[in-house]
């Protein structure tokens, strides 16, 4: 397979977009895609999108999108919970790579909060075991409550261990300009935040939202001279059982952990060299989980790099969520994965303000769908 | 890319499947393709699937058949409505050819018959535009309806002169095992069938059902001494507008002619070499749509070559619908396009019986989502 590259970015604020509609936000940010590529077409198109069928009884999402855009050709849409957006990308590089095509646009996008609170929280829980989990009646959140409470009583961490994850996601969201909750925490909001399903309180929790968010892959060989190609050099995609009490432990993320080392493989890399971290915070201990089957942080010792203040894009170690990750940017569940390929590009090419990381050269990104069922880890390089 | 060939093949019978799950009709296709290929392993897993999330309350399937069938490699669906059996063919085929892994196991899988036959209209009415189509009220069979209606008008066919595809496929189920309705039909009984939306009455409409279809791709050079393995020639994909009123004609499926020429120009071959072609007959009209866009009828003709019996398995010039297609194998949405691919090979093993194209090498498949909204087109060789 042929090395490919990333040669534009796009993406719509993450917002309460009522007046838009889906297409119209996924148009948006495969526009601003194109406009930043100074390209004005693609070979083909993958969009990544969750809920569609179930909340805006649209789908069929791909053609959609394509007539949106004015396109004809190939276009499908690739669905894996909230990680749909990584798969895309991921569906996208393939395609590119082979030589079938000679670029690929792909879009996440979402639109969420049309729908009422009850509905959006029984939607999600369609991420989960239908036959085994939902039918019990837990809901998503309680499933990631269930982890946290077992993993802060194996690892003997207190819930204010897990405020520096909050914390770090929302001071780096002030400088995003597409982020939901662009505003700064402190550690006070956080321990008086509503409690959601214990131990997970309102500010362990990422919000959902309106948006879509874009990437133009080629092969790398011919943008070679262009200074903002962003080289995409490692890409690996794993499953777990899909009911999180199959597992032999509900605290390891077996898929995490392939998917990384298939990544890392490819791109001939090792922890220490990845400068900073998009991952999913969807509940903030998701953060340790991420950290740990990553190779930043041993098991269970997650939380005490966020307490070493070794996360922040200033001085951290690995530095995670630098444009305010699934917590203050928000959680349009399928356009998430194709949020997190473009702030890298941000990163990698310096745009980030206040919340860039300097020097930055190699970044990852890696999706979560379901309660770690899914699990996709892409590493990008600056050229 | 490399060329790439299928191995084995494996289905369930489109059925009333009340008693079994999504995941175990899957599982049942995909461990029946392995055993038909005589191997015990795949590198990555491609479902195929429209309704889940709606009708079963289960997105992320591509985790629930892969944790089902105990994989824990890359595992994702794709969704194109009633295309997505062979977009996920597709995604399997690149993945494949490019390198990127060795053998790809493909299933196309849906459960519609445990959900009240309203619930079923509304949930496929989301193939169609869900703001400027459904919006107007109509359903799915209602735009099918519109077309026939306009097309009968406009080159002058009465409703009996697409009697021949319905009776054609019917009369091929009954030597399918795996089919929904294998009984033949006669012209009385099709002229006097309820009527729908007319003119589409039941005999023009294809039926419901459960069921899962899976094929292994792996790369051609490794099985050339398997007497049994099939290359597929050729892939097309392309899409249209999403609403039939945005289209100049909406008696033309522009999709299915850019699919059919990028296949064909892939396989190096002409509509004449092709020895059956497994169509998309949702409704009888799309028989004639489908025919003419690939080059085996003049527009307006395509009840033409039914009426002169050139349909048929059994001497006819393009034999279609040879295990019975949409209208009488049945038309588990999501799963059709891979039912498809599998009745192909099938036929180019000669494994058909009475139903058999003697002497068939080349077969090609094309399965449409939407009203023609995208279209994906196959051809498989004989090796």
């Given at each position: 397979m042929r090395e490919v590259a990333i040669i534009g970015i796009g993406q719509t604020k993450v917002d309460e977009h009522w007046q838009r509609s889906i297409r119209d936000l996924a148009g948006e940010a495969i526009a601003n895609a194109l406009l930043d590529s100074s390209r004005n077409s693609f070979d083909a198109l993958f969009s990544g999108n969750m809920l569609s069928g179930l909340i805006d009884q649209q789908n069929n999402l791909g053609s959609v999108i394509a007539d949106w855009v004015g396109f004809k050709g190939e276009s499908i849409k690739v669905e894996s919970a909230c990680s749909s957006g990584?798969?895309?990308f991921r569906a996208g590089i393939i395609a590119v790579a082979s030589g079938e095509i000679d670029s690929a646009m792909v879009v996440g996008v979402e639109k969420m909060t049309d729908s009422a609170p009850?509905?959006?929280?029984?939607a999600l829980a369609t991420a989960?075991?239908?036959?085994?989990?939902?039918?019990?009646?837990?809901?998503?959140?309680?499933?990631?409550?269930?982890?946290?409470?077992?993993?802060?009583?194996?690892?003997?961490?207190?819930?204010?261990?897990?405020?520096?994850?909050?914390?770090?996601?929302?001071?780096?969201a002030v400088h995003n300009p597409n982020a939901r909750l662009p505003f700064a925490i402190t550690q006070k909001q956080y321990l008086n935040a509503s409690m959601i399903a214990a131990p997970i309180n309102l500010m362990d929790a990422s919000?959902?939202?309106?948006?879509?968010a874009a990437a133009l892959i080629v092969p790398l060989d011919r943008v070679l001279n262009e200074g903002r190609a962003i080289q995409i050099s490692g890409s690996g995609s794993a499953t777990d059982t899909i009911s999180v009490h199959s597992r032999k432990t509900p605290l390891f993320l077996q898929?995490?952990?392939?998917s990384v080392q298939q990544a890392y493989k490819q791109a001939r890399i090792k922890p220490e060299d990845v400068d900073f971290f998009e991952l999913h915070d969807a509940f903030s201990i998701m953060s340790a989980l991420s950290l740990e089957a990553c190779g930043f942080a041993e098991q269970g010792q997650g939380p005490r790099l966020a307490l070493d203040n070794e996360i922040t894009p200033k001085g951290g170690r690995i530095p995670i969520c630098t444009r305010g990750g699934l917590k203050a940017r928000g959680h349009p569940v399928g356009a998430t994965g194709m949020y997190q390929i473009v702030e890298s590009v941000q990163q990698l090419r310096g745009e980030c303000g206040e919340a860039q990381v300097e020097g930055a050269k190699i970044g990852m990104a890696q999706n979560i769908g379901g309660s770690g069922a899914s699990i996709l880890t892409h590493i990008l390089r600056k050229i």
């Open positions: 990584a798969s895309a009850a509905d959006i929280t029984s989960a075991d239908s036959d085994w989990e939902l039918e019990q009646g837990v809901s998503f959140v309680g499933l990631n409550a269930l982890i946290m409470r077992r993993y802060m009583h194996e690892y003997g961490w207190k819930h204010a261990d897990f405020a520096p994850f909050s914390m770090n996601a929302h001071a780096n919000p959902v939202g309106d948006g879509a898929a995490a952990y392939l």
